[in-house]
């Protein structure tokens, strides 16, 4: 809006409102006293630049549509925490400290005792928020000696952790907000109290009729990694949404009397294959992890998607995938899951995994 409000142009401006009597040449008393104002107008009207892109929601940094969402009652989400299982041969108690790798885990509470082995099972959190602990599972070092501890294990993830919210992904929601307005239970209700659980990406409300009957909500969620959720984490979602014990009292966050039902959306494997050309000095063996990257990329970006439409796997997008790998000349007789060049839809519940690309030379 102020783009031509240069320091030239507001200096000659000036200039020109001078009698052309009097001497405006530069270096003149006239033009020394002129040209500092004009400095500091230019750069006065490059911050009023700078402030009315702040001011609307489209353009705002960060730290301004922060401030723009608040007024629509929506809060930037923080980075979470990891939380896990640890296994040991001893009960260790709640707050104990553990290490692995280059992160720290704590005990939170007790979860179970595996009859057959005797070890100890106990929920555990991660003390570094965000997404990098998640691929972590395997040997537990405790950071202060227990006597006795001969096994410790963190032997799975249940909730993963998310990192603080971006930019452009604060800037949607802030627009989702204004276009499908949440109220009372309805799907933009349930969708957006939902995804703002920890560990949560996506989600599927389906209405009564099309579930089990009048008054009752079925949910299908994902992970924050657009992946499926463990059983367990499945489980702490329903007794934050809508307890079993009460189903349809409001005793969750879901509104009194719905009756809701909490899944975890599924896996399907998917065996990709074809008959690999192979450039020069090239063999299958030398790209075939590159092959399988490119075709888990875009699974992943049909995974990610999956909240807003079926996957649809392209055989077409996967020959695109395969064709990117380094070495690969062509690929013919593309077949997804046995069907040859042909797109497969996995179904509404449903997202993809990789199993293998095979070569059928």
Avoid at 109 to 116: L, P
Avoid at 196 to 213: E, L, P
Avoid at 297 to 307: A, K, S, T, V
Avoid at 338 to 345: F, T
Wanted: contains cysteine.
């Amino acid at each position: 809006m102020f783009e031509g409000q240069t320091y030239e142009t507001i200096l000659k401006r000036c200039l020109d409102r001078v009698d052309d009597g009097l001497d405006k040449r530069e270096g003149s008393i006239i033009y020394d006293a002129l040209a500092p104002a004009c400095a500091e107008l230019a750069q006065l009207y490059i911050s009023l630049d700078a402030l009315l892109s702040e001011a609307f929601a489209k353009t705002a940094s960060l730290d301004y549509l922060i401030l723009l969402a608040q007024e629509r009652g929506i809060n930037r989400y923080e980075a979470a925490a990891a939380k896990g299982i640890g296994e040991f041969n001893i009960d260790v108690g709640s707050g104990v400290r553990f290490s692995l790798d280059i992160y720290n885990w704590t005990t939170t509470e007790f979860y179970e005792k595996d009859e057959s082995t005797g070890h100890f099972r106990y929920y555990m959190e991660c003390e570094t928020p965000g997404s990098s602990p998640n691929g972590y599972t395997g040997s537990l070092i405790p950071i202060s000696t227990i006597t006795g501890l001969t096994y410790s294990r963190l032997i799975r993830i249940i909730t993963p952790g998310e990192d603080a919210e971006d930019v452009e992904t604060l800037r949607k929601r802030y627009f989702e907000s204004i276009d499908n307005t949440a109220f009372g239970g309805n799907i933009s209700d349930y969708k957006a109290k939902v995804k703002a659980i920890d560990g949560v990406g996506g989600v599927r409300v389906y209405r009564a009729d099309s579930w089990n009957g009048a008054g009752t909500v079925r949910l299908v969620v994902q992970t924050s990694e657009y992946k499926s959720p463990e059983a367990e984490f499945i489980r702490q979602l329903q007794d934050m949404i809508d307890p079993l014990m009460s189903q349809g009292e409001g005793y969750g966050i879901a509104p009194i009397g719905h009756q809701v039902t909490v899944e975890g959306v599924k896996t399907t494997p998917v065996t990709v294959s074809g008959s690999f050309i192979m450039q020069e000095g090239y063999s299958y063996d030398n790209i075939k992890e590159k092959a399988e990257e490119s075709v888990n990329g875009y699974f992943d970006e049909l995974n990610r998607n999956w909240e807003n439409e079926d996957v649809v796997i392209y055989w077409v997008r996967v020959l695109m995938a395969l064709m990117s790998a380094e070495g690969v000349k062509s690929v013919e007789n593309i077949t997804i899951n046995g069907q040859r060049e042909a797109n497969v839809n996995l179904g509404k519940d449903y997202i993809a995994k990789l199993s293998e690309v095979i070569n059928n030379g």
